[in-house]
């Protein structure tokens, strides 16, 4: 016989203690991904939609694809119109703006 009875009768069912403690490394590791990605990207979702929710004419920004421009008129809806250059508009999508330079100052 290959198989002796004693490994034979070694596997027996599972107690209830047993199936805690093998969750609790799970849990533990989901609350670490919790705390470590999920809240920090979240955070910062919530940053970006308050800058683009703000844009203003006049406003300094900078594009996701690294252009650089002065806010020239804020439309309706997702697009604004950006001068990059001296008589020079495209407009773009509010979600694309990364980064706001510097903000203009309010009219007195």
Same mark, same amino acid.
């Given at each position: 016989?290959?198989?002796?009875?004693?490994?034979? *009768?070694?596997?027996? /069912? =599972?107690?209830?203690?047993?199936?805690? &403690?093998?969750?609790?490394?799970?849990?533990? +590791?989901? $609350?670490?991904?919790?705390?470590?990605?999920?809240?920090?990207?979240?955070?910062?979702?919530?940053?970006?939609?308050?800058?683009?929710?703000?844009?203003?004419?006049?406003? *300094?920004?900078?594009? /996701? =694809?690294?252009?650089?421009?002065?806010? &020239?008129?804020?439309?309706?809806?997702?697009? +604004?119109? $950006?001068?990059?250059?001296?008589?020079?508009?495209?407009?773009?999508?509010?979600?694309?703006?990364?980064?706001?330079?510097?903000?203009?100052?309010?009219?007195?």
């Amino acid at each position: 016989m290959l198989i002796t009875p004693a490994y034979a *009768q070694a596997a027996g /069912g =599972g107690d209830a203690t047993s199936f805690i &403690t093998s969750l609790v490394p799970l849990i533990l +590791i989901f $609350v670490i991904f919790y705390f470590l990605l999920i809240r920090p990207q979240q955070k910062r979702a919530k940053e970006h939609k308050q800058m683009v929710a703000s844009l203003k004419r006049g406003d *300094q920004i900078v594009t /996701g =694809g690294g252009i650089l421009g002065k806010v &020239t008129r804020v439309k309706e809806g997702e697009e +604004i119109e $950006v001068e990059i250059a001296e008589n020079t508009r495209v407009r773009v999508y509010r979600s694309t703006v990364t980064a706001v330079l510097s903000r203009s100052e309010p009219a007195g």
